[in-house]
C-alpha cells in the first residue's frame, strides 16, 4: 500500500538524459520527506537526492550537483529526479524512499532515515 514505484528507467549513452518518476500511492503523512538513493553493483548504496513537503530547499549528493534535479508532485504524490549529463558512474539501481517524518537537515542524507522503500528502477549509462 505504501510502497513507493520507481518508474523511467533505461539505457542511455554518457551525456543523455532520464526522467525518473516515483510514485507514492499513500497517503502525504507518509510521504513528508521523500529522496532518491541508488545503488551500483557490489557498493553500498549511496544518498542521490531529497525534498521535504513544503521546502523550497533541496539536497544533493556532490557527485550530483549541477546535474541532477529534484522535485514533487504533492497532488499527485509523485516525486521526480531529472538526470542529465548521466556518466557511466552514474549506473546504478535508483531507489526511491520517503518517510513520514520531517527529517532534520543533519538526517536527510542517511538511509536508515527512510521509512519506505520502492523496488527500484535500472539506470544504465553506456560509454
Known amino acids: 500500500q505504501v510502497q513507493p514505484e520507481e518508474s523511467g528507467g533505461g539505457l542511455v549513452q554518457t551525456g543523455g538524459s532520464l526522467q525518473l518518476s516515483c510514485a507514492v500511492s499513500?497517503?502525504?503523512?507518509?510521504?513528508?520527506?521523500m529522496g532518491w538513493f541508488r545503488q551500483a553493483p557490489g557498493k553500498e548504496r549511496e544518498f542521490v537526492a531529497t525534498?521535504?513537503?513544503?521546502?523550497?530547499?533541496?539536497y544533493y549528493a556532490n557527485s550530483v550537483k549541477g546535474r541532477f534535479t529534484i522535485s514533487r508532485d504533492s497532488a499527485k504524490n509523485t516525486l521526480y529526479l531529472q538526470m542529465n549529463s548521466l556518466q557511466p558512474d552514474d549506473t546504478a539501481v535508483y531507489y526511491c524512499?520517503?518517510?513520514?517524518?520531517?527529517?532534520?537537515?543533519?538526517?536527510?542524507?542517511?538511509?536508515?532515515?527512510?521509512?519506505?522503500w520502492g523496488q527500484g528502477t535500472q539506470v544504465t549509462v553506456s560509454s
Open positions: 524512499a520517503t518517510t513520514g517524518r520531517r527529517l532534520i537537515t543533519s538526517s536527510l542524507r542517511s538511509s536508515s532515515q527512510y521509512t519506505y
Open positions: 499513500a497517503r502525504t503523512s507518509t510521504a513528508y520527506t
Open positions: 525534498v521535504r513537503s513544503g521546502d523550497s530547499n533541496k
